[in-house]
């Protein structure tokens, strides 16, 4: 007997799994958790009825959402992640040697012990001696802090549950203050097949307080459309100051870099 | 009572969607054909249970069959389309003062008559007096002729069905017999994330025959993995020659022309 498991992107359109086995279901003081083991994307995670990662196409994702911001600084010694709790964004941040210490800052600490258990691929690297981790809202930590980021990398869940609060005017001001004069911070920004009003909003805000903020696409397969946008915003030039792209990346190289932010004409009309 | 379709891309994965109604189902002699009306994504067209179109999404798919070749000819006078009988290919030609005819070369009759009839969207050019029709096989027809084409679109269904000779060298070798010298030919060439052992395939192929050899990418979210290819073919070299885009167009724009060749790290090695 099969069995199934279905997201619905909007009301009428969705992906569907097969599914070899369940290997962990449990709700959180935050959300429902659950790992799949599926038939051709390797293993799943679900948090609330949504796909945040698989096995197969996470490094699409993972890569994109750090290696262009790293292009972007000759030097960066401080990196956060706020959510993330599955460890890819942190994997590939410890990819550069300069990085002296990575903050994750993560609301829910069973998305962090179910990666540990059963994503190897992604938290792998959770243990380094560079990573601190923070079990704590983002919103208040950086409320609450003066971190001087170098790099900040906001990989959030959708903007349902407890990720609400992580598009609001207000987070992206207590981002601003947690970041040096030239600092980065790289955002999801969900898909512009399903949620362009999301992103038009999210930049429009963004455009209130830093100089600089740019839009840039990746293929997904396992989201919605299976075409993912990220967001940039920072007071310095988003010019490549920084040649070293790390070994062995699967997505990101020389050539998707110098062509980061060309956009198709829907996208860039609807952003303005 | 909700009515659902699901296309599986693969053994385990598939994307699905509601439906409003069915507007027309019957079989061809060539294959099964369904017209559906969804829920957020329009109308659309299924052959043999795969989707071809739909109404929120084709434009992407069409535009980046057609207008990337048109950047690398100054001039085309005679262009053909093997397949596509939906029009979408047709229309995009049209947008070029300089074209003088359009053969389209369409195996099922069906599909263009149940196209005029319910996919106006697409359809709505073929009856243009540059356009000329043959309902025959792709394969056969060019076998025997020398149309001396500017440009060929190989929009063809994928390669189960009546579609798997065009992906056969003889086809090619006849696709080249058909073009003049520095003629250019373009193939829909399926998903990278399915179908990534016949790219390569097609590719070393097509190198036997062709000086220069290219494949490009692009975001269509009711195709397999949301992500689609297209592989160009000539004798002359790829360098942009007509600065003119049409206007009105929705994903295609200078700047998609300008990075047209940029692949992920994982396709290009695939393809060599």
Redesign the interface.
């Known amino acids: 007997m099969n069995q199934f498991f279905?997201e619905?992107h909007?009301?009428?359109?969705?992906?569907?799994?097969?599914i070899k086995r369940e290997l962990f279901s449990a709700k959180s003081p935050y959300q429902e958790i659950k790992v799949f083991e599926?038939?051709?994307?390797g293993r799943m995670l679900v948090l609330d009825g949504l796909v945040m990662l698989t096995e197969r196409?996470e490094f699409?994702y993972h890569e994109m959402l750090v290696h262009p911001a790293f292009s972007f600084k000759e030097q960066v010694k401080k990196a956060g992640v706020i959510g993330g709790g599955d460890g890819g964004t942190v994997r590939e941040i410890l990819k550069y040697p300069d990085v002296e210490s990575v903050l994750l800052i993560e609301i829910d600490k069973m998305v962090v012990e179910v990666s540990e258990r059963y994503l190897e691929f992604t938290s792998s690297r959770l243990k380094d001696e560079r990573v601190s981790i923070y079990y704590e809202d983002g919103v208040k930590y950086l409320n609450e802090r003066n971190e001087r980021f170098d790099l900040l990398f906001v990989d959030s869940s959708d903007p349902v549950g407890p990720a609400v609060a992580l598009y609001s005017l207000d987070f992206y001001k207590s981002i601003k203050k947690n970041l040096k004069d030239d600092g980065i911070v790289v955002f999801q920004s969900e898909s512009p097949?399903y949620h362009l009003g999301v992103i038009k909003e999210q930049i429009k805000n963004l455009k209130r307080l830093f100089k600089e903020v740019k839009l840039y696409?990746a293929?997904v397969?396992?989201y919605p459309?299976?075409?993912w946008s990220f967001t940039i915003a920072t007071d310095t030039e988003l010019v490549v100051k920084r040649d070293y792209i790390p070994e062995g990346?699967?997505?990101?190289?020389k050539?998707?870099q110098?062509?980061l932010?060309?956009?198709?004409?829907?996208i860039?009309n609807a952003i303005g």
Chains 1, 2 share one sequence.
């Not at 599926?38 to 994307?41: I, K, V």
């Not at 990346?249 to 190289?253: E, R, S």
């Not at 932010?261 to 829907?266: R, S």
């Open positions: 279905t619905f909007d009301k009428g359109t969705g992906i569907i799994f097969k599926t038939e051709t994307f196409d699409v097949w696409l293929p397969p396992t459309g299976g075409f990346l699967k997505y990101y190289n050539s998707i110098e062509h932010f060309a956009l198709p004409e829907f860039k």
